[in-house]
């Protein structure tokens, strides 16, 4: 199997994109090679604890109201055309994502971390939900079938926290500057959402690597 190493934000709706583009891929090719990690980034590492009103923080990040709504119109056409729901209207408040980071990250301990982030993804960008509320992110816990009680006492600590901050200041000092971030076999490195048929181009390419290494093991060991 190929690490295939994704950076991301949950609030990131290129991010979003570029997960449904990938998963759209892999949908097509069941026998990829990939073995996926999620890693935290955080777009807005300054953001206060309990967030901020979504609206002020449009504004102030785009330079008044008429910024905004030219960024996310781009944003939101990208997204509908690719077929992909979103309502960024329903979203009240642009939360501090380090605890969303954290259920990933023990999500990923777990084997449930493809369903946490599909799940925090789906709630923030659909639903509008404040996936920087702990009870939220319980519930979401919950439904991809983690013991919520587990999390909601870790959530309550400062477990892991330190881990993630200095996990996203080494993505940093590695150069990393957006996100998504995907990272193929720990060489190659590719920025910002990719179409299907780019991961569908690659994913067939790294087959017939593979295919090539064991003809040759094969051949060496006869």
Known sequence: MIKLDILSDPICPWCYIGKMALDQALGNAPDHPF????????????????GMDRTA?????????????EVYGRIEDTAK????????????RTPNTLDAHR????AGVEGRQIAVVSKLFEGYFTQGRDIGDRE???EI???AEMDGEMVRRLLASDADAD???ARDAHARERGV???????????HVLSGAQPPELWEKVIAELREQIADQNGRNSSSSS
């Open 136 to 138: 939220v992110l319980v």
């Open 141 to 143: 816990a919950q439904a």
């Open 57 to 69: 923080y449009l504004q102030a990040k785009f330079g008044g109201p008429e910024g905004a709504r």
């Open 81 to 92: 055309s690719a077929g992909l729901p979103v309502d960024f209207r329903a979203i009240q």
């Open 177 to 187: 500057t957006g996100v998504p971030t995907f990272v193929v076999a720990n060489q």
């Open 103 to 106: 259920l990933i990250h023990w």
């Open 35 to 50: 073995t996926i990690e999620w890693h935290p980034f955080q777009l807005n590492p300054d953001m206060p604890p309990e």
């Open 163 to 165: 881990d993630i901050l």
